[in-house]
């Protein structure tokens, strides 16, 4: 997989997650819907799952109840909902796996990608979650663009240590510097943000650069967009920890 179509799947994926998360929960749970549609769309590639169409409507389907549910949930913790979603879609996963059985020999391995791609996506809610909990709003900007920036720095160089501690450094620099911009957010709790985001990027990216058997782009962007989705549960604990 190509580390840059991986790093601008990532970026864009932030920077629209950024500026939806501005204007409101609502249009950042459009956001977030979105980045679920393509990433179900590569995660069959990604993860080697032979029945490609079970598999991204499984990934869909669980990114889909999660958001749904966090955005309709009328009272707090809204991420419980979330639960919920992953305990519905991996029933579906074993009843769809008895009705369109995969090649033998490949039966636990589908089940276990298409229920680990939805938990995936099915993070995404979290950065919904953080958006209506109140004083964590400009956590989600602040987060998405600590991801912005250590997707860029990952590509800077030919090294990947190099880019890891560049990626992680500029992530936490950006939380950081994002927390004496916004008034909600204290520079500690930005830092915080920043260094899991950048290391939910950079875990990422290394295990998908280490798949070299790989070549698909489907794959690549779905791995950009897994880090990104990923985050939101780290921006929603950072909310808790740092803003309260």
């Known amino acids: 997989m190509n580390p840059s179509t ?35 769309i590569g995660w069959p590639a990604l993860t080697w799952t032979p029945n490609w169409l079970i598999g991204s409507s499984i990934v ?7 958001s749904v549910g966090v955005l309709l949930g009328e009272d707090e913790p ?59 709003e400009d956590l989600v900007v602040a987060g998405a663009a600590a991801l912005f920036v250590a997707a860029i720095a990952s590509t800077l160089t030919s090294i990947m240590w190099i880019n890891t501690l560049l990626a992680i450094a500029f992530g936490t620099g950006i939380g950081g510097a994002s927390g004496t911009v916004f ?24 295990l998908a650069r280490r798949d070299t058997l790989n070549t698909s782009t489907l794959a690549a962007i779905s791995s950009g967009i897994a880090s990104v989705t990923l985050a939101g549960s780290f921006i929603y604990v950072g909310g808790r920890i740092g803003v309260g």
């Open 6 to 40: 991986r790093a601008t799947a990532a970026a864009v994926t932030a920077v629209t997650l950024a500026a939806s998360g501005y204007f409101g929960f609502r249009w950042l749970a459009v956001a977030v819907l979105a980045a679920t549609f393509f990433l179900a």
């Open 78 to 136: 809204f991420l419980r909902h979330m639960v919920v979603a992953l305990a519905a879609v991996a029933v579906l996963a074993l009843v769809l796996e008895i009705i369109f059985p995969s090649p033998p020999g490949q039966v636990v391995t589908a089940v276990a990608s298409t229920v680990s791609g939805a938990a995936v996506a099915a993070a995404g809610a979290a950065w919904i979650a953080a958006a209506r909990t109140p004083g964590s």
């Open 60 to 66: 869909l389907v669980g990114g889909a109840l999660a």
């Open 183 to 206: 008034e909600s957010i204290e520079w500690y709790g930005g830092a915080l943000v920043g260094l899991l985001c950048a290391c939910a990027f950079v875990c990422i990216h290394e």
